[in-house]
């Protein structure tokens, strides 16, 4: 990553003219297991990935911010910081007025920012958390400010729920700020108590796979709130404030969609303790089969999976892997999967003759958002 960091530190000064006060990254993550119970006030799994988003930035005293892309050709987008609303900044760089309106006070007086990233867009492995919490610990150190990690991770959450106005829960910007190398993190996401538990297949003479289908998703989608609409239904018939109080007795009083909807979170939340427990206990083989179920559960009850997804899942199960599951809010993104080192070649060479544009991408455990220069 040394290369793409000086690299855009080189692209600050010749843009700006100026050297960089900073530059900063944060990283993408994985989520493990958990998946759609963050927002249900349950567990969930995630580390953060060695893709990052690197920004470069320096101050300004005008009350602008101006921000370039190095993915887009075109100049920079340029914001003023008075009368930020949200919804009033559109395309990626919204994401980027949003950190600072959620910083709004707080000392931001303007800032010139430069921007690249490795982590691949509509992928399911948070681009836009590495954008807003890498954004955000820039705007903070510019502005002379601190705030505790778990702050910083809330505040580049507001960013893109309340001033982009997507609609998700807080997992994905506690994974990029909190991220630690051969860890993954179990997160209450009730009560924002977070575990680093050692997750190193390398170790265990394994492999973890990404398995981008490069099919597009778009989080904001009705099909997401949909969901999230039927969750709260759910847990309302229930009289339970969401579904993490519920358990297996409890969907014997639900039926239909609403009964699938809150099987697959009532399941989920248990199989990410378990997972936790195999980890734990050093038995890295033992996730697999939890990461197959989970991706059954998300096909058929949750009903958030494509045929893409299921195409590379299956493949990779056939070829010899241990475990896979779709990863990320679904319909779309990537899948990922867990095998022995030696079984590599094959669920490679049978993932692409199932989905020949699917990109292989080996999953590292690694550190959270910091300043890197």
């Known amino acids: 990553m040394t290369d793409l960091r000086e690299s855009v530190a080189a692209a600050f000064e010749s843009r700006?003219?100026?050297?960089?006060?900073?530059?900063?990254?944060?990283?993408?993550?994985?989520?493990?297991?958990?998946?759609?119970?963050?927002?249900?006030?349950?567990?969930?799994l995630p580390f953060a990935i060695d893709a990052e988003i690197v920004v470069a930035a320096a101050s300004r005293t005008d009350g602008v911010l101006r921000v370039w892309s190095l993915q887009e050709e075109r100049g920079p987008a340029e914001v003023r910081l008075d009368g930020l609303e949200p919804g009033g900044v559109?395309?990626?760089?919204?994401?980027?007025?949003?950190?600072?309106?959620?910083?709004?006070?707080?000392?931001?007086t303007g800032a010139d920012l430069v921007l690249s990233s490795t982590v691949p867009l509509g992928a399911g492995l948070s681009s836009s958390a590495a954008l807003t919490c890498a954004t955000t610990a820039a705007l903070l150190e510019l502005a002379g400010r601190e705030?505790?990690?778990i702050d910083l991770a809330?505040?580049?959450?507001?960013?893109?729920?309340?001033?982009?106005?997507?609609?998700?829960?807080?997992?994905?910007?506690?994974?990029?700020?909190?991220?630690?190398?051969?860890h993954a993190l179990l997160i209450d996401t009730r009560t924002i108590e977070v575990e680093a538990i050692p997750f190193d297949p390398p170790e265990h003479r394994?492999?973890?796979?990404?398995?981008?289908?490069?099919?597009?998703?778009?989080?904001?989608?009705?099909a997401y709130g949909e969901r999230r609409a039927a969750c709260e239904a759910a847990a309302d018939r229930l009289g339970y404030s969401s579904l993490r109080e519920a358990d297996q007795e409890d969907l014997k009083r639900l039926d239909g969609m609403l009964l699938r909807?809150?099987?697959?979170?009532?399941?989920?939340?248990?199989?990410?303790?378990?997972?936790?427990?195999?980890l734990r206990e050093r038995d890295l083989l033992g996730v697999g089969p939890l990461?197959?179920?989970?991706h059954a559960s998300l096909r058929d009850d949750y009903e958030v999976s494509a045929p893409e997804?299921?195409?590379?899942?299956?493949?990779?199960?056939?070829?010899?892997?241990?475990?896979?599951?779709?990863?990320g809010a679904g319909f779309g993104g990537s899948a990922i999967a867990l095998m022995k080192e030696e079984d590599e070649g094959a669920v490679r060479e049978t993932v692409l003759a199932a989905l020949g544009e699917c990109e292989i991408l080996p999953a590292v455990a690694a550190d959270g958002a910091r300043r890197v220069a």
Not at 154 to 174: C, H, K, N, W, Y
Not at 291 to 294: D, F
């Open 309 to 327: 997804l299921d195409a590379v899942v299956d493949a990779a199960l056939a070829a010899g892997a241990v475990g896979a599951r779709m990863t």
């Open 154 to 182: 809330m505040t580049a959450r507001s960013a893109e729920a309340d001033f982009v106005g997507a609609p998700i829960g807080v997992m994905d910007q506690l994974a990029s700020v909190l991220g630690r190398a051969g």
């Open 147 to 149: 705030l505790e990690p």
């Open 16 to 44: 700006c003219g100026r050297a960089a006060d900073g530059v900063w990254a944060a990283p993408g993550r994985v989520n493990l297991i958990g998946e759609h119970t963050d927002y249900n006030d349950g567990w969930v």
């Open 261 to 278: 909807r809150a099987r697959h979170v009532v399941t989920e939340n248990a199989r990410v303790l378990a997972t936790a427990d195999r």
């Open 90 to 108: 559109e395309g990626w760089a919204a994401f980027v007025a949003g950190c600072a309106w959620a910083l709004q006070g707080g000392g931001v």
């Open 206 to 222: 394994c492999v973890l796979l990404i398995l981008d289908t490069k099919v597009q998703h778009q989080v904001g989608s009705g």
């Open 291 to 294: 990461m197959s179920a989970s």
